[in-house]
């Protein structure tokens, strides 16, 4: 592995994101666009909802958008043949992949920093921690999308293909995160599946945050995250095609 080599990766996919319109809009926008709009839902409804859905779904929202665009992406470079050229070059499928995952998790910092910045700042989402400790779990949590979307993109021959992965990594995380029902209230089967999966903690993370805040959960969340993602970018490194057949 070479850190100047993983980079010049970085580079690449940042110049080719910030040639594509429509994808940076998806990054950066969409985010925001959608907790403004759970806002604006709950706005006349009794009591502090958006204050109770808000901070899980900011958790939600990076995840998701990084784990389709990284996906998708991942999966066109392989089909155009543009990874195979890479790797005949001196490059290591884990350069490639860290090189991906430095890339969109700098994109994450700045999708993080905004939707944080609208969700505190303009629609009063009520923060007993640190605002900035709350940035950070949203990017652990968008780089964790970023490693599943390249673990995934291996498995998938077509752009559709790696949509339809959506349903089994991300809508059971959603349903099991604690957001709709408190995890310690699930079934005990069910209980024990959101256990095992990586939202579940940063919605944990972030809900601690707006409730007792105490900052040695959260980054106990916060480090169980970074482990599924270390281990997503290992996983997919090992399963990493040079082109689909």
Request: aromatic letters at 8%; one cysteine or more; a negative charge.
């Amino acid at each position: 592995m070479s850190p100047r080599i993983t980079w010049a990766v970085a580079g690449r996919v940042l110049t080719q994101v910030r040639r594509d319109h429509r994808t940076l809009a998806m990054l950066l926008v969409v985010p925001c666009v959608l907790i403004s709009l759970l806002w604006w839902m709950f706005e006349d409804l009794p009591g502090d909802l958006f204050d109770r859905f808000g901070p899980g779904l900011l958790a939600m929202f990076p995840f998701i958008v990084m784990f389709l665009v990284t996906s998708v992406t991942t999966l066109r470079e392989r089909s155009s043949g543009t990874l195979e050229r890479l790797l005949t070059m001196p490059m290591g499928k884990l350069d490639f992949l860290l090189g991906y995952a430095l890339a969109f998790g700098l994109l994450a910092a700045v999708q993080s920093a905004l939707a944080v910045a609208v969700s505190v700042g303009l629609l009063g989402l009520d923060v007993n921690g640190p605002v900035w400790l709350l940035g950070v779990v949203a990017v652990v949590d968008a780089v964790l999308g970023t490693a599943l979307g390249l673990l995934v993109s291996a498995f998938a021959t077509t752009e559709f293909q790696a949509v339809q992965f959506m349903p089994a990594f991300v809508l059971p995380q959603i349903l099991l995160c604690g957001l709709f029902v408190p995890r310690d209230q699930m079934p005990a089967v069910l209980e024990a599946i959101s256990n095992v999966l990586p939202l579940s903690y940063a919605v944990d993370a972030m809900q601690e945050l707006v409730g007792d805040a105490d900052q040695g959960e959260v980054w106990r969340s916060i480090a169980i995250v970074a482990c599924f993602a270390l281990a997503a970018l290992v996983l997919g490194a090992a399963t990493l095609r040079r082109r689909t057949p």
